[in-house]
Every structure is written in structure tokens, then in C-alpha cells.
């Protein structure tokens, strides 16, 4: 009786050990496919200011010329990287529809060349799948000789639908550094 008990236990501690190999399997299945999903859901929605990238069929829409937007420009950059990088204007007022261009000035702080990448962000979320970069130093990546700056050109265009009650977009870079020199 006591080995039929016991036999009984350790049949139930196996099945209890390999289901929770099985949850801990999947919750990490589930953590890994939650980046790509996220990437995707962003992408689509506009959601954390994802903006989706280039537009590469620029197709004419009417300027609406009886409404301005004021676009704010931001630069950050991340957590002790050796680059100089701010917008060369801090906002526009712009008539949707219509295409503005601005720059942004970036310079190589350092002794050795180093290549950066720009991260966009729009804000409010919403207006994200309104605003349409044509042209972004954010879509490739910027390599700079050791001490070099340059001026880069974003050229862009709000779309005019853009709700009416959003006055006001905030387009950010984050300037990161993504080579492996110095770290």
C-alpha cells in the first residue's frame, strides 16, 4: 500500500514538473513573439509614434491652406553617447498637405569615426500615420569621421487628415550609437 502511495506521488510530481516545463516553454515563446507583434501593431496603428517609415509613392493631395499645424522638433540623444545633435529649427507652422523640409546638425564628438542611427517618434500617437517623411536621415544609417558634423534633411508633409482638433506634433529623433568602437 505505501509503495502503490508512493508510486502515485511520484507519478504526480512528474506530471506537475512537466506541465510546468510546458508554462515556462510557452511564456517564453510567448515574451519572444511579443516584440515582432508589437513592432507590427505599432506599425499599423500608429501606436508609440511608429511612423512607419518612408512614403514611397508620393501622391498630390489638396494643401489645406486655412489650417496650420505647428510641427515641434526634438532631439535626444541616448545615455552617454559622444555626439552633438539638435534640430536646427525648434518648430514650424505648416498647411497640411504641403511639403517643408528642416534639417537636423549632428557632429562625431569623438577621435574615431562612429556610425549613429536616428530612431523617429511622432506624437500625439494619432497624428503618427498622418505625418509622412519623404526624405530622413533616420532611414539609413549616418557613418561620420572622427570630429566630422553635417547638416541632415528631413522633408516631410502632414497629411490634411489629419483630425482638426490636433494642433500640435511633436516629431523627436533619438540619435543612438550603433557600432561596437569603445564598448
Given at each position: 500500500m505505501i509503495g502503490t502511495h508512493?508510486?502515485?506521488?511520484?507519478?504526480?510530481?512528474?506530471?506537475?514538473?512537466?506541465r510546468l516545463l510546458l508554462l515556462t516553454a510557452g511564456m517564453f515563446a510567448f515574451g519572444f513573439l511579443m516584440i515582432p507583434f508589437y513592432d507590427v501593431l505599432c506599425k499599423i496603428t500608429g501606436l508609440n509614434g511608429k511612423t512607419g517609415g518612408r512614403v514611397t509613392v508620393?501622391?498630390?493631395?489638396?494643401?489645406?491652406?486655412?489650417?496650420?499645424?505647428?510641427?515641434?522638433?526634438?532631439?535626444?540623444?541616448?545615455?552617454?553617447?559622444p555626439w552633438e545633435f539638435a534640430p536646427k529649427v525648434a518648430r514650424m507652422q505648416v498647411h497640411p498637405g504641403q511639403f517643408y523640409q528642416t534639417q537636423f546638425w549632428a557632429k562625431n564628438l569623438a577621435d574615431q569615426p562612429m556610425t549613429g542611427q536616428a530612431i523617429p517618434s511622432v506624437s500625439p500617437g494619432l497624428a503618427a500615420s498622418h505625418f509622412q517623411k519623404i526624405e530622413c536621415f533616420c532611414f539609413n544609417r549616418?557613418?561620420?569621421?572622427?570630429?566630422?558634423?553635417?547638416?541632415?534633411?528631413?522633408?516631410?508633409?502632414i497629411d490634411p487628415d489629419l483630425p482638426a482638433d490636433v494642433r500640435t506634433v511633436t516629431l523627436s529623433y533619438t540619435f543612438f550609437r550603433i557600432d561596437n568602437a569603445g564598448s
Open positions: 508512493q508510486e502515485t506521488r511520484t507519478a504526480a510530481n512528474r506530471r506537475l514538473v512537466r508620393v501622391e498630390p493631395v489638396k494643401v489645406d491652406e486655412s489650417r496650420t499645424v505647428t510641427v515641434e522638433f526634438v532631439a535626444s540623444l541616448n545615455l552617454g553617447a549616418q557613418l561620420f569621421k572622427a570630429g566630422e558634423g553635417r547638416d541632415m534633411p528631413v522633408t516631410f508633409r
